[in-house]
T-cell receptor, first 114, second 115 residues
Framework: DTGVSQNPRHKITKRGQNVTFRCDPISEHNRLYWYRQTLGQGPEFLTYFQNEAQLEKSRLLSDRFSAERPKGSFSTLEIQRTEQGDSAMYLC????????????FGSGTQLSVL | AQTVTQSQPEMSVQEAETVTLSCTYDTSESDYYLFWYKQPPSRQMILVIRQEAYKQQNATENRFSVNFQKAAKSFSLKISDSQLGDAAMYFCAYRPGGGADGLTFGKGTHLIIQP
């Protein structure tokens, strides 16, 4: 068990650019979640997958955001035309069906939009 | 919509002493789960303790215990024999039962341990 891995750890980009983050969940975990955390706040739910199916999306996930989980393994979160308000830490978590309340989190990707 | 409120932005405690972190929540659901997560400077969220709403008995994990008051919608965390490694942000979180909905987190309490 190597834990949930997120890459990159830090990303600095200019406003208007596209960025993509990757999350590798714990290998036997079929559920994967994305959260966003801004300074001084708790994490906010963005979306979740069960295997390759995206089952729920928060209203926070605007049309500039897209998430995929091909083959039910790793997941990517893409932000198009980044804005300064997108600056935040993006956290990934995974779990197993039936024990879904126990989430294992990665260390996050810190995005700074200049 | 569910909300989670942590009214203490920061708490300080002497090493080896006991500290209690407060959390209240609002929900119309009867089946749900409550959690306390710890976020150290490494940023990785770590599950501290979990409580199922249908269980009357308060959850305990070593030095960590909760006081779950369902009628009052209160879920406080008690840390006994505080250690330097307990210093972190602590987040209270809620999830409705019966599905895989995302967690709703509070804003967190910054816990300082004074040696």
């Amino acid at each position: 068990d190597t834990g949930v891995s997120q890459n990159p750890r830090h990303k600095i980009t200019k406003r208007g650019q596209n960025v993509t983050f990757r999350c590798d969940p714990i290998s036997e975990h079929n559920r994967l979640y994305w959260y966003r955390q801004t300074l001084g706040q708790g994490p906010e739910f963005l979306t979740y997958f069960q295997n390759e199916a995206q089952l729920e999306k928060s209203r926070l996930l605007s049309d500039r955001f897209s998430a995929e989980r091909p083959k039910g393994s790793f997941s990517t979160l893409e932000i198009q035309r980044t804005e300064q308000g997108d600056s935040a830490m993006y956290l990934c978590a995974s779990s197993v069906t039936g024990i879904s309340e126990k989430l294992f989190f990665g260390s996050g990707t810190q995005l700074s939009v200049l | 919509a569910q909300t989670v409120t942590q009214s203490q932005p920061e708490m300080s405690v002497q090493e080896a002493e006991t500290v209690t972190l407060s959390c209240t929540y609002d929900t119309s659901e009867s089946d749900y789960y409550l959690f306390w997560y710890k976020q150290p400077p490494s940023r990785q969220m770590i599950l501290v303790i979990r409580q199922e709403a249908y269980k009357q008995q308060n959850a305990t994990e070593n030095r960590f215990s909760v006081n779950f008051q369902k009628a009052a919608k209160s879920f406080s965390l008690k840390i006994s024999d505080s250690q330097l490694g307990d210093a972190a942000m602590y987040f209270c979180a809620y999830r409705p039962g019966g599905g895989a909905d995302g967690l709703t987190f509070g804003k967190g309490t910054h816990l300082i341990i004074q040696p």
